[in-house]
């Protein structure tokens, strides 16, 4: 029996809020809040027949921390799961913080602003010293651990799939199968087909940030010395045949997840991400970004000032739309290499999630529900104790065994392959 505030109300945020009315024995009390209150009444009132949780909401602008604090003193919940956007990150864990709450988010911190010269400042430093140029991190996230263990509060950084269930993964992989992991590949693939020329399958403005970016990984000198390689954006290339999806091309991508992992999985000496993209979306984000549509600066345009990626987006379909016409599947997962007993060993942990059947179970598409079902579950695991642990962890960091449970109950089983195909 717990309460949770949830904040944000978009594609992943659904998956989460329907996914916790279905476990009312957990969530007994959730408040849903956005600044649009009204879609956050909309699906409320889409719920309320069906489950026992007593959904309430509320309009918050979770930009300023003294409204997420409002918020939380009123309603006092006994989690806050963040799944608005990463700009909201550091707003909302101070909140946290002043109220005493324990906190939980999808994706890590990083500005909407990125020409703030303040920010600029650390960024440059950061881009210097640790060679990679991706505009999100965890050092401002990470830069809280003493405060929340002070503060005996905990809070779980990117659980959704990759970050999240990725890292998850990898902590079972190193419980149950290695005795030390060399190589991580996580292989992100979205077989599916949505039928437009051009869509994005979350928030356009953080993936196609994310996508256009620089892509690097974590590699190894002689000398056993970790650190990272930068390549230019889609630059390396590979072909895989995915299980239930078949044969796509991927890309290297810079990821979150890598950062953690380098630190947390112990003697790991590469890890790589890739995601598979379609020749058209990538055809369509470099013409984007050459005529500068993915520009974060505000511009003049006829008397008032706009900023071109949202208008972008404006113009974009509803990542919450595309479920009823997308089909086929994702399949996301790990390659570990590594040794057992003395022996080498490979093992590929993955996942397969097919769109429609997500839109028959939610009305949402298969990316929406592979991060919301994570979400919803690392709550679950905050809110039932199972992984209670004061500071600011990511997922690996905790025992996988229950989350990965409690992700086979609610829609995510995972599958396993003992002799994969390796990425070169
Ligand atoms: P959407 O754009 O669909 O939804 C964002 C939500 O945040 C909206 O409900 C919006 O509501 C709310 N929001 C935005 N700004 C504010 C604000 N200032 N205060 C309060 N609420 C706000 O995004 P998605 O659902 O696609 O993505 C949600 C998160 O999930 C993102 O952080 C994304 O990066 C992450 N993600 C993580 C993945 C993973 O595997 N780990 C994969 C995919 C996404 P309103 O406008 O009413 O305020």
């Known amino acids: ?19 916790c ?15 649009h209150r ?46 608005a956007l990463p700009y909201q990150d550091l707003a909302i864990m101070d909140a946290c913080l002043e109220c005493g709450v324990n906190y939980m988010d999808t994706a890590n911190y990083e500005p909407e602003n990125i020409d703030d010269p303040e920010w600029r400042k650390v960024y440059d430093k950061r881009v210097k010293e640790q060679g990679f140029s991706a505009y999100f991190d965890y050092s401002w996230q990470w830069a809280y651990k003493e405060k929340f263990e002070k503060a005996g509060l905990t809070a779980l950084l990117g659980s959704g799939f ?43 403005e953080i993936n196609l940030r994310e996508v256009s970016a620089p892509g690097s990984y974590w590699d190894t000198d002689a000398n056993g010395k970790g650190h990272w390689v930068e390549i230019p954006a889609m630059s390396i ?10 044969k796509k091309d991927m890309y290297l991508l810079h990821h979150e997840e ?98 429609q059947e997500c839109y028959k179970e939610l009305g949402s598409q298969a990316i929406a529900y592979t991060t919301g079902v994570p979400a919803m579950c690392g709550a679950m695991m905050l809110l039932t104790g199972k992984w209670n642990k004061p500071g600011v962890h990511t997922v690996e960091e905790f025992d996988p065994d229950p989350f990965m449970e409690a992700l086979t109950k609610y829609g995510l089983p995972w599958k396993e392959n003992f002799n994969p195909v390796l990425v070169d």
Do not use: W
């Not at 717990?2 to 998956?15: H, K, N, Q």
């Not at 879609?39 to 003294?66: F, G, H, Y």
């Not at 890292?167 to 060399?182: G, N, P, R, S, V």
């Open 1 to 19: 029996m717990a309460r949770a505030l949830i904040i944000g109300c978009g594609a992943v945020a659904t998956v989460a809020i329907k996914k």
């Open 21 to 35: 009315c279905t476990a009312s024995e957990v969530f007994s009390e959730i408040c849903i809040a956005s600044r």
């Open 38 to 83: 009204e879609n956050c009444e909309k699906l409320a009132q889409e719920l309320r027949p069906n489950t026992k949780t007593v959904i309430t909401t509320a309009a918050v602008d979770a930009d300023k921390a003294e409204n997420v604090s409002k918020l939380i003193k009123e309603y006092k919940p006994d989690l806050v799961m963040n799944i």
């Open 162 to 204: 990759d970050p999240g269930v990725s890292q998850a993964y990898c902590a079972y992989a190193l419980k149950h199968q290695f005795d030390t992991i060399e190589e991580i590949d996580i292989l992100d693939c979205n077989g599916g087909d949505h039928g437009y020329k051009f869509a994005t399958n979350f928030n356009p």
């Open 237 to 246: 290339k590979r072909e895989y045949v995915f299980d239930e999806v078949g």
């Open 258 to 355: 890598i950062e953690s992992l380098a630190q947390n999985i112990p003697g790991v000496k590469r890890i790589r991400f890739f995601m598979t993209f379609g020749q058209s979306y990538l055809d369509h984000m470099r013409c984007l970004e050459d005529v500068g549509m993915l520009s974060t600066q505000p511009i003049k345009f006829q008397g008032q000032e706009i900023v071109p990626i949202q208008f972008l987006k404006a113009l974009l379909p509803d990542p919450a739309s595309l479920g009823p016409r997308t089909v086929g599947k994702t399949n996301i997962g790990c390659i570990f290499k590594g040794t057992k007993d003395g022996k080498p060993k490979t093992y590929y942990l993955y996942n397969v999630c097919d769109h």
